[in-house]
């Protein structure tokens, strides 16, 4: 995942989206870039780190211009340690664009070979995001013959012409030199996009409405699947359908644990959402360890507290707060190695003895990936003292790797992968484990929709059921992903155990 935001505005904007891009800093941490667009020349600047260390006085002053777009990195595709594959990414023809992406494509490896052999447009790097960007320009050349001009018509028809080159999840932005800003969505609205407006009349699109309004703009709507939006340098606002048969279905793990829980994605609160996970996890703990057994539920910070919350209160059962979280280390679950993973765990996380001592305590976390950070947590509540340490996950058990732009892992590494729930336990090291359930998790999110939202035909939780929404994904697809996967380590593929049910149902049928 990644986090993506433009703005065209009457004042300059290089702050306004630095500013954004810390709002959306927990959608990727390995590198951030801005680029701005003044007299039609781009001013970028982008590398490795976090935006407070990417961007400095000097850099910032070296970015004029009223229109800019910017993104965070978490890559899951291409090259991690290369600068070069930080966005946003440039292409010189035609007009001039820049591209900022949020997600991942499926068909990355033969589009490459399209745009070599009947484009002849090279690709430099091993990023998808530079591939999906050759397209855009390859189409936008089509659609406007090589003339000088450029009409919101002739961007609408280049993003229908991408839509039907395009497989996988993409958030776009992207700007075309001396014209606008351009964003656009894939057909299935897997990744999130929305929209926001300013009292100066200034126009934003971000990946998470807490960008919108942590720089004062109020959400104007989500941008629909299969939409695009291009905003002139003139502040003018167009908007076109251009996908043949849109369906809403977003990541349903944006609601469990990407998003940060003040934003709103497709008109579902995320916090409303977890908080009604942790109401339908309780009727599954209930059948699962009687109340009266348990002493106190602790969250697993962070994504998993309005779950546990609700979850304590249901129960009647006392919630603490007994693990202290050091901000300041990375995600543990995109590490690379084991052996780094486990003792990073000891250094994110703390414990408060006292209130594990003696005690039956019910962990609650959002989700279980790998396992290996559970398995260290509950033993970091056994050393603290608790009698039983029961864990409860606000998310079924993660089985299949995801192929829209989330880090899941291959099939051989996620625990949950082949094993029963007792199998697992006893990995983890726990007296019970409580998983919720696929269909009792769509529910509780489905549940978090506003009134008057946008209407959803459901949602991709491919990496609980095996079900990838847009139809195109098979077991061999997943082989020459993970293949490619950021941080894989060797002998991490094994296709062998991949077992996809309805690797290729249709999205009318998932």
Do not use: W
């Not at 029963?420 to 998983?435: K, M, N, P």
Request: net charge neutral.
């Amino acid at each position: 995942m990644c986090g993506i935001v433009g703005v065209v505005s009457s004042a300059p904007v290089n702050q306004l989206i630095y500013d954004a891009l810390l709002l959306l800093q927990h959608r990727g941490q390995d590198a951030a870039g801005i680029v701005t667009q003044e007299d039609r020349k781009f001013f970028m600047h982008k590398a490795k780190g976090m935006v407070r260390d990417v961007f400095r006085t000097r850099n910032m002053r070296a970015l004029p211009g009223l229109a800019g777009l910017g993104q965070v990195r978490y890559p899951t595709a291409g090259n991690a340690y290369s600068e070069e594959e930080a966005q946003p990414f440039y292409v010189n023809a035609p007009f001039g664009l820049v591209l900022v992406h949020n997600g991942n494509l499926t068909n990355a490896h033969p589009l490459k070979s399209e745009l070599f052999s009947t484009d002849h447009r090279h690709i430099n790097t091993e990023s998808d995001s530079e591939v999906l960007l050759n397209v855009l320009a390859h189409e936008l050349d089509q659609a406007t013959r090589g003339r000088a001009n450029l009409s919101p018509e002739d961007v609408f028809s280049a993003v229908s012409a991408v839509h039907r080159r395009v497989r996988g999840s993409y958030a776009v932005i992207a700007m075309i030199a001396g014209h606008g800003l351009l964003a656009f969505r894939d057909p299935y609205g897997i990744r999130p996009l929305s929209l926001g407006r300013a009292a100066n009349g200034a126009l934003m699109v971000a990946s998470e409405t807490v960008a919108l309004e942590g720089t004062g703009h109020q959400l104007e709507r989500h941008v629909a699947p299969g939409e695009a939006l291009f905003i002139g340098l003139d502040g003018a606002l167009h908007a076109k359908q251009c996908a043949d048969n849109p369906k809403l279905t977003p990541c349903i793990f944006e609601y469990v644990y990407l998003a940060r829980p003040d934003s709103v994605l497709d008109g579902i609160s995320v916090y409303q959402a977890r908080l009604n996970l942790g109401e339908t996890l309780a009727t599954r703990v209930v059948s699962t360890v009687p109340p009266n057994e348990i002493d106190v539920i602790i969250p697993i910070p962070e994504s998993s507290r309005p779950s546990a919350t609700q979850l304590a209160h249901l129960l009647g059962i006392p919630y603490r707060e007994a693990f202290v979280k050091n901000r300041y280390v990375g995600r543990t679950f995109i590490m690379p190695g084991q052996g780094v993973r486990k003792k990073s765990v000891r250094q994110k996380l703390n414990v408060i003895a006292s209130e594990f001592k003696g005690r039956n305590v019910m962990l609650v976390d959002d989700s279980i990936v790998r396992g290996t950070t559970s398995r260290e947590i509950v033993q970091m509540a056994r050393d603290a003292g608790a009698k039983k340490v029961y864990l409860a996950s606000a998310a079924p058990p993660v089985r299949f790797p995801n192929v829209y732009g989330i880090d899941m892992p291959t099939s051989s590494e996620l625990v949950a992968h082949g094993r029963s729930v007792d199998e697992v336990r006893q990995i983890i090291g726990c007296d019970a484990l409580i998983y919720q359930d696929v269909e009792g998790m769509k529910r509780a999110v489905q549940k978090a929709s506003s009134a008057g939202g946008p209407r959803l035909d459901g949602f991709d939780a491919s990496c609980f059921d095996g079900v990838y929404v847009t139809g195109d994904v098979s077991a061999e697809d997943i082989e020459r992903l993970n293949a490619g996967r950021v941080g894989q380590e060797e002998g991490d593929a094994d296709s062998s155990r991949l077992a996809l049910p309805n690797a290729q149902t249709s999205a009318q049928e998932a």
